[in-house]
């Protein structure tokens, strides 16, 4: 059975940080495009960042430059670093995974994932 855990959230200032984890058990490592989404209450769910099994990544332009998202294969943990955080950063940010060995264009924005956490919720306060 396949199963992410997410960790990592909580609540900061505007211009703090946060390490998200992604946690994967019960999955073949080696054909995975792996993101990181979020989701407020009343809105649509945002696909954030991605990477495939062979370390490439892609961001949401929103978030270029200030999320870093990274893996630990041999751990099977994908990480998203959030650097100088928004108030309108605060969400629920989700994990999944999509058994490809690449991201496709349509990650972000269509429901292709296999799998999914079930959150971790992040607030940051102005």
């Known amino acids: 059975q396949v199963r992410l855990v997410e960790s990592g959230g909580g609540s900061v200032q505007t211009g703090g940080s946060l390490r998200l984890s992604c946690a994967l058990s019960?999955?073949?490592?080696?054909?995975?495009?792996i993101g990181w989404f979020r989701q407020v209450p009343g809105k649509e769910r945002e696909g954030l960042a991605a990477?495939?099994?062979?370390?490439?990544?892609t961001y949401r332009d929103s978030v270029k430059g200030r999320f870093t998202i990274s893996q630990d294969s041999p751990k099977l943990t994908v990480f998203l670093q959030m650097n100088n955080l928004k108030p309108e950063d605060s969400a629920l940010y989700y994990c999944?995974?999509?058994?490809?060995?690449?991201?496709?264009?349509?990650?972000?924005?269509?429901?292709?994932?296999?799998?999914w956490g079930q959150g971790t919720q992040v607030s940051v306060s102005s």
């Open positions: 019960g999955y073949t490592w080696n054909k995975h495009c």
């Open positions: 990477v495939d099994n062979r370390g490439r990544t």
């Open positions: 999944a995974v999509e058994t490809k060995d690449y991201c496709s264009s349509g990650f972000f924005w269509q429901n292709l994932a296999d799998y």
